[in-house]
């Protein structure tokens, strides 16, 4: 597998914005409102027209050709008329740019596949990478360095974490941006594809593979754009890391919509779901689902079995966590005559409830504080039967106290991977956030809580098949 060296497109020294525009609502002026607001290198403005533009309370002399900037440029984002980007990307060339991200649109998804080969064309002949065209941009939450053209007052970034995502639509990945912000899910990289000219999909799943501040892969894609350099590049990186994918694009009348959305060839869905099975890529059905899965693998390792244990105060969510598990090829993990020793001598001991069930789902009934749950809990991860532990906890009961919270806390020294699931409200809510700043990944349904362990599971089988784990 190639890994190509994109360093230069998420940590730029230098950055020029050809289009920019003093125009509010403008896209020129959206990019130059977003790549100054954190980012710490060097911005350099370009329009034909020239002039001064100030944002964010910041001047920049406007350059009429990137090739009159006095200094290095290493990256330019590209926002003129489509029949311009050819001659602007030699312009580029001649100033020793390295990497252009092409917001325009106009190419080969409006008909025009002659210009946009004509970019590719002029781009290899400079040596010149391009991220698009009719693309969104790029953001990286580390640094700062954001060229996404919908500005930060419209379009929220979440913070920094270990999710990457890549996007083949970019109405898709602003959705997920504003999403991820919301649920408080970090972020290393975003991407957005556009009609990837040049670099594709793999590309990025190499590099990011390779990102030692990535931990999870995502990604929404309606056709890739070389069926074997993707399925080798899949097979190849998720043995270190887990990609999960949306693939749009599943009934016919969908593949017709990608055909002309991106100009993708989404081929038939069978195939995909095998490339899928094949290289371990994790597919996931919607939006919510694919960050379910990525928040357990960013925040728990992959499961060494699929044997689950359950600890809840509510005997219903139980038994529906039960049949969700069980419907997605998971099993319930049968404690061991030991632990049920131990669950019997603490209940004749009165340290107990009688009237709590010990049996898988353990139910420490809708009276249990933490205390309780924290004997259950240890109990379920002391058992060599249990793989996996899913905790369910109903805060709107009076007697569920926040030392629920520190619990958790002490349960990762275990070294099995939890799933909390907190139905509710604006104070589960509140618990959720406490819970996750702990490393604990807290979901708000059963269904969510049945798509983390899934993902646990299933990529740890992976690992396992090809002596990873």
Known sequence: MEVPNLDFLFYPKSVAVIGASNVPGKVGNAIMRSVTLKFDGKVYAVNVKGGEIEVNGRKFHVYRSIKEIPDEVEVAVIAVPAKF???????????????????????KEAGRVELEEELVKRA?????????????????????????????????RPPFGKVAFMSQSGAFGA??????????????????????????ESDFIAY?????????????????????????????????????????????AGAKAAASHTGSLAGSFKIYEAAFEQTGVLSAKSMRQLFNYAKALAMQ?????????IVTNGGGAGVMMSDGLLERGMKLAELSEE?????????????????????NPIDVIGDAPSSRYEVAMRYALEDPNVDVLVVIALFQSPALDEGIVEAMARMKAYGKPIVFVAPGGDYPH????????????VYETVEDGVDAVYALVRYGEWLKENGRL
């Open 208 to 252: 990011l593979g390779n990102d030692p501040k990535t931990g999870v892969i995502t990604g929404y894609i309606e056709g890739v754009k070389d069926g074997r350099k993707f399925f080798n590049t899949a097979k190849e990186v998720t043995l270190n890391k887990p990609i999960i994918l949306l693939k749009a694009g599943r009934t016919e």
């Open 124 to 156: 290899r002949k400079w040596g010149i990478k391009v991220v698009g065209p009719n693309c969104l941009g790029v953001t990286n939450l580390e640094n700062g360095f954001d060229c996404n053209f919908n500005p930060p007052e419209r379009q929220a």
């Open 301 to 309: 390792k992959p499961s060494e079995g699929k044997r689950v244990a």
């Open 430 to 441: 509140k618990m959720a956030r406490n819970i996750e700043l702990k490393g604990v990944p």
């Open 175 to 200: 959705a997920i941006l504003d999403w991820a912000a919301r649920e408080r899910i970090g972020m290393s990289k975003f991407i957005s594809l556009g009609n990837m000219a040049d670099l594709d």
């Open 85 to 107: 980007v050819p001659d602007v990307i030699d312009e580029c060339g001649e100033k020793g740019v390295k990497g252009a991200v092409v917001i325009s649109a106009g190419f």
């Open 339 to 359: 632990t049920n020793e131990r669950f019997r001598k603490d209940i004749e001991e009165g340290k107990l409830p009688r009237h709590m069930s010990y049996k």
